[in-house]
C-alpha cells in the first residue's frame, strides 16, 4: 500500500474524468486520476463532436491552443435506402463566427491536451495504471483503489467513477450492474485520410468550416442504429453503430455494416481514394433516462458514459460526460467546504445538480424514446427510409403519370405497408416519446 | 554504486511513413518510443541496483519533449532524469551526439558521482548505427563491453565485472575493470513495471533540463550539425518491387507446376541449367 492518500482519486481520463479532475484540482484539492491508457486518449473512442459551451465551463480560452480540427457550419441527415438518400441539409454562415459552437476533434489529440490542463491544474495524472478494484471499510464505504501496480493500493476521501461505459470497476464493488445489450450500441469507425483541398471540394468546404452527415435507414439493416461522416482537416471519420442487443438477435456484424455505408452511392464518392489509417470500435451507452445507474453512494460518485449519461437521440454524449463531471467536482467540492464527511446523504446533492442540469432534463424528455426505437426498429430504420424513398422518386420521376395519381401511388404504398392503423400508432407513439 | 543509462526517444518505426512525393520520413503524428533497446539496458541497470544498492540516472538528448521519455524511464524506478536539450544539439550525428552526452557524464559526475557503468542500447532503432555506445566510452577512457548479453557477476570489492558477450559464431566471456560501459542486447531481460510508489514520483519528478552551456559544452562548434561530419545526401523510400506473388494450384506434380512456374518468369536459368545439364 501506498502511504500517501488524496482527496480524491478520478479513475478515467475522458471528457468527464478530466472534467471531475480538472475543477477539483483548481480548488485545491489534491487528486490522483488514474488512467489504463499509455497517455490520455490513447483509448478513447469518439466521432468526435466537441461541443464548445460545455468546455467553456472548464476552460475559458480553449480555443487558444486546444487541437481543434474544424468548426461546424453545416448539418446533413440522411434518411437512406440501399441506392438512395432523402436529405435535409442546414448551413448557414452564422456558424462562422468568432467563438463556434461545435467543433469536430480527434480524442487521442485533444484529451491529451485536455489531460495536460488537469496536471497544470495541480493533479496528479498516472497512465498505465488500471484501477482494478474499489476498497471499500466495513461499513461498504469506498475508502480508495487497488490497482495493478506493485503495492498498489491507495485510499482516499471518495472516487470519482469516470471509467467509461463498460464500469468495471463499479459493477465488481457491487454499486452498479453491467450495462445490459439493450442500452449499449456498438459503434465502428474508420479514419479515412485525404489532402485537406480534396475535403474541402467533397464537401463544399473552405478555410476550417466543417460538416457533420447522420444517416439513418436500412444502412442498419433494420436494427437501431446511424452511420456518420465528420470531416476533419486531412481525414474523414466515418462510422456506424448499432444496438448491440439487435447485433445479436440479427446476427450482422459491425464491419459488414461499415462495409455497406461505405460502399453506399451517395458515400462511396465521398471517401474514394482515401486511406485508411485507423479502425476503432466502442460501445455507446443508448439506454437514456431509464438506464441510468445510482448516481452517488458512501464515497463515490460516477459520471459520464459509466453513468449512461448519452443523448442517443441528439449524438451528444461528451458534453454530458464534462457537464457530469463538472457538477460532481462540484458536489464533492462542497462537502468538503463544509468539513462534512464523503457519505452518500452529503453527496446526493450531485444527483440535485445534475437533476435541475440539462443533462437529466433532456435524457427525461427522451425516456421513452430508446424503448420504441429498439421495439420498432424494422419500421423506424428499415421501413420507412425505403417508403420514404420510393415516394421522393415517384416525385421526382417527370414519366407522364399524373400528379394526383402519382400522390395516391405514394400514399397507398405507404398504407400498403404500414396499414392505417400502424401508421397512426407510429405517429402517437413517436409523438408520445417525443414531448 | 552510481549507474547511469543513456535512452533516446525515437519514432516508433512499426508506424514511420515516408512521403510519397518529398521522399523524406514524416514524424509528425508518429508516434515516440523509447528506443527498445535502451530499455533491455535499463533494466540492468535497474536490477543491478536492486542487487548491490546505489541509484540510477537516465539521460538523454533531444527536443523538449524527450521529457517523456525521461518520465517513463522513472515510472520504471529510474531515480534521476536529465534532459539535454538546446537547439545547438540539433542535427547531430553519432560523434556530434557522444561528444555532448559524454560532456553531460562529466558534468553528472561532478555533480552526482562518477558512474560505476554506463549502460546503453545496443544501438537504436532511428539510426542503427550502435556507434553511440562505444564513441561516449572512447571519449570518455572507459572500457567497453558491447553486445552484452548477459552481466554474469559483479565485484564491487574487486572492481570488476563479468559478462557474455555475443560475437558472431559465440559467446565471449569478458572481465574487464570499473567504471565502463555496457551496451545491452535485445531479449535479456524484460522492463519491468513500476510499483505505485514509483509511478507516483515519476508523475511529479523534476527532470532536469540542461541547454548546452549548463551540460558544460564548451566548444559548440563540436555540437549538433556544426559538429557533425556525416552529411545525408540523400533519404528514399525503396523502390516498390514488381514481382508479384502467383499462386500455384497444388495438384498432383507440385515440384514440376513449381519449376515451370520459375522457368516461365526466368527464361535464361532454364537454358543455364539446361546447358549445366549437358556439361555433365
Redesign the interface.
Known amino acids: 500500500m501506498t502511504a500517501e492518500t488524496f482527496d480524491i482519486i478520478v479513475v478515467g481520463a475522458g471528457m468527464a474524468g478530466n472534467a471531475a479532475a480538472l475543477t477539483l484540482a483548481k480548488h485545491g484539492l489534491k487528486v490522483l486520476q488514474l488512467e489504463r491508457g499509455e497517455y490520455p486518449g490513447s483509448k478513447n473512442v469518439q466521432g468526435a463532436i466537441l461541443y464548445a459551451d460545455m468546455l467553456e465551463a472548464l476552460v475559458a480560452n480553449f480555443r487558444q491552443d486546444a487541437p481543434l480540427e474544424r468548426h461546424l457550419v453545416e448539418q446533413r441527415f440522411w434518411m437512406m435506402d440501399d441506392r438512395s438518400h432523402t436529405g435535409l441539409h442546414y448551413r448557414s454562415d452564422d456558424f462562422n463566427e468568432e467563438r463556434p459552437n461545435r467543433y469536430t476533434i480527434i480524442r487521442a489529440q485533444f484529451d491529451r491536451w485536455f489531460s495536460q490542463k488537469v496536471r497544470e491544474a495541480g493533479a496528479t495524472v498516472l497512465c498505465e495504471t488500471t484501477a482494478t478494484e474499489l476498497m471499500q471499510d466495513a461499513n461498504g464505504k469506498v475508502v480508495g483503489v487497488r490497482t495493478d501496480r506493485a503495492d498498489g493500493e491507495i485510499h482516499a476521501g471518495a472516487v470519482v467513477l469516470a471509467e467509461g461505459v463498460n464500469g468495471l470497476l463499479g459493477t465488481r464493488a457491487g454499486v452498479r450492474k453491467r450495462p445490459t445489450p439493450d442500452t449499449v450500441a456498438l459503434a465502428v469507425k474508420e479514419m479515412h485520410f485525404l489532402p485537406r483541398e480534396v475535403i474541402e471540394a467533397r464537401f463544399n468546404l473552405k478555410g476550417d468550416e466543417g460538416l457533420v452527415i447522420e444517416a439513418a435507414g436500412t444502412i442498419s439493416r433494420g436494427m437501431t442504429g446511424m452511420g456518420f461522416i465528420y470531416t476533419n482537416k486531412e481525414c474523414i471519420s466515418l462510422g456506424i453503430g448499432c444496438l448491440v442487443a439487435h447485433f445479436t438477435s440479427t446476427g450482422e456484424t459491425p464491419y459488414g455494416l461499415l462495409d455497406r455505408f461505405k460502399r453506399h452511392p451517395s458515400v462511396a464518392p465521398l471517401i474514394e481514394g482515401s486511406e485508411v489509417k485507423e479502425y476503432a470500435a466502442h460501445l455507446i451507452p443508448e439506454g437514456g433516462f431509464k438506464a441510468i445507474p445510482q448516481l452517488y453512494g458512501e464515497g463515490w460518485v460516477v459520471v459520464g458514459d459509466a453513468a449512461q449519461l448519452n443523448n442517443a437521440m441528439h449524438r451528444e454524449g461528451s458534453n454530458l460526460a464534462m457537464t457530469s463531471g463538472r457538477l460532481a467536482a462540484e458536489a464533492i467540492i462542497q462537502v468538503k467546504s463544509r468539513g462534512a464527511p464523503m457519505t452518500a446523504t452529503n453527496l446526493s446533492i450531485y444527483k440535485t445538480m445534475l437533476d435541475h442540469s440539462f443533462v437529466i432534463r433532456d435524457l427525461r424528455k427522451y425516456k421513452d424514446m430508446p424503448a420504441l426505437m429498439h421495439t420498432y426498429s424494422r419500421n423506424f430504420f428499415l421501413t420507412y427510409p425505403e417508403l420514404v424513398s420510393e415516394s421522393m422518386q415517384n416525385f421526382l420521376r417527370v414519366d407522364g403519370t399524373p400528379k394526383a395519381e402519382k400522390e395516391k401511388q405514394s400514399l397507398n404504398s405507404f398504407v400498403k405497408s404500414r396499414s392505417w392503423s400502424g401508421l397512426l400508432g407510429d405517429a402517437v407513439r413517436l409523438a408520445r416519446a417525443w414531448r | 554504486m552510481h549507474l547511469l543509462v543513456c535512452i533516446k526517444q525515437v519514432p516508433d518505426s512499426g508506424q514511420i511513413r515516408v512521403h510519397p512525393v518529398t521522399n523524406t520520413i514524416m514524424r509528425q503524428g508518429v508516434p515516440t518510443i523509447i528506443n527498445p533497446y535502451d530499455l533491455f539496458a535499463l533494466e540492468a541497470a535497474l536490477e543491478l541496483r536492486d542487487q548491490f544498492g546505489g541509484e540510477v540516472t537516465v539521460l538523454t538528448m533531444g527536443p523538449p519533449s524527450a521529457e517523456d521519455s525521461l518520465r517513463k524511464a522513472l515510472?520504471f524506478g529510474a531515480d534521476r532524469a536529465v534532459l539535454l536539450t538546446d537547439r545547438f544539439f540539433a542535427g547531430a550525428d553519432t560523434l556530434a551526439t557522444t561528444y555532448a552526452l559524454a560532456t553531460a557524464i562529466r558534468r553528472i559526475s561532478s555533480e552526482f558521482g562518477a558512474p560505476d557503468i554506463v549502460f546503453t542500447g545496443k544501438q537504436t532503432i532511428d539510426g542503427d548505427t550502435a556507434q553511440v555506445g562505444p564513441g561516449i566510452a572512447k571519449r570518455l577512457g572507459l572500457f567497453q563491453l558491447t553486445y552484452v548479453g548477459k552481466i554474469s557477476a559483479l565485484d564491487l570489492h574487486a572492481r570488476t565485472i563479468d559478462v557474455e558477450r555475443r560475437s558472431e559464431g559465440g559467446v565471449q566471456l569478458l572481465r574487464t575493470r570499473l567504471p565502463c560501459l555496457v551496451t545491452m542486447l535485445e531479449a535479456t531481460n524484460q522492463i519491468r513495471?513500476?510499483?505505485?510508489?514509483d509511478?507516483?514520483r515519476a508523475?511529479?519528478a523534476t527532470i532536469l533540463k540542461w541547454s548546452a552551456q549548463q551540460a558544460g559544452v564548451d566548444d559548440i562548434s563540436q555540437c549538433g550539425l556544426r559538429g557533425s561530419p556525416t552529411v545525408v545526401k540523400r533519404v528514399f523510400a525503396p523502390a516498390a518491387r514488381n514481382e508479384k506473388a502467383t499462386m500455384i494450384e497444388p495438384d498432383e506434380q507440385p515440384a514440376e507446376a513449381l519449376i515451370n512456374a520459375i522457368f516461365r518468369c526466368r527464361p535464361a536459368l532454364e537454358i543455364e541449367l539446361a546447358a549445366l545439364a549437358r556439361g555433365y
Open positions: 515510472t513495471r513500476g510499483a505505485m510508489a509511478a507516483l508523475a511529479r
